[in-house]
């Protein structure tokens, strides 16, 4: 994790030159935010803790998000702006950037149909993360599946303890195209049909084993 440590010294240095933009000296790093970043890849990790430390210390909405960043922080949007909010009120000091025309205060406003869609997009969020969390347990019950593994490695000359990878890139392959699963029996079917279109595709030649007549 030397990676992470050394982004995050950069970041304090970052931040502690932006030190005359903010006064405000900490915050509590809720459980959910610990549980959503550890559902992401190092790089959406990396600019999901960016966009929370920002709109914490400096009051920035991130605009950049991309991926599972962002539905990571959507997921976390009303904790986040509840605990600025919080500081705002508590303190009186704005930590959000205000270039004029200020926009006026939204107490007692109805809800805006972008408020309405980031509700929906959180929703989604947590839709996708739980999502993931059960390929997570399917993939670990494919592990007892002996019978099954067999006949895929025979059917596809696999070589040998290649399917746990490929298991990992049809994970990845479901976060951009989201299929629910019923059953178990329904993610293997899947994930068996998938093997078999991928391999006509040629994109899981580096699992299989060399054939005759081949250098």
């Not at 990571?72 to 025309?101: F, M, R």
């Not at 980031?118 to 494919?142: A, F, G, M, T």
């Not at 599946?145 to 399917?163: E, G, N, R, S, V």
């Amino acid at each position: 994790m030397r990676w992470l440590k050394n982004h995050l010294y950069r970041l304090i240095n970052k931040q502690k030159q932006m030190i005359k933009e903010t006064k405000r000296k900490g915050f509590n790093f809720f459980r959910s935010y610990f549980d959503v970043y550890n559902e992401l890849g190092d790089a959406d990790k990396l600019a999901f803790i960016d966009a929370l430390l920002n709109r914490q210390f400096l009051g920035i909405v991130p605009e950049n998000l991309t991926g599972m960043a962002k539905f990571a922080y959507i997921s976390q949007t009303h904790n986040i702006n509840s605990q600025v909010k919080g500081y705002e009120d508590k303190t009186g000091v704005s930590l959000t950037p205000c270039l004029p025309p200020c926009l006026p205060p939204t107490h007692g406003v109805v809800t805006t149909p972008t408020e309405q869609v980031i509700v929906i997009e959180k929703e989604k969020v947590i839709e996708v993360l739980l999502s993931i969390k059960q390929i997570d347990n399917y993939i670990l019950e494919l592990k007892s599946q002996h019978q099954f593994l067999d006949a895929l490695y025979m059917t596809y000359k696999f070589k040998p303890k290649t399917i746990g990878k490929i298991a990992n890139l049809f994970k990845e392959h479901l976060k951009m195209f989201p299929k629910q699963h019923e059953t178990f029996l329904d993610f293997r079917n899947h994930f068996k049909s998938w093997i078999g279109f991928e391999t006509k595709k040629g994109n899981l030649g580096e699992f299989l084993k060399h054939q005759k007549g081949e250098l």
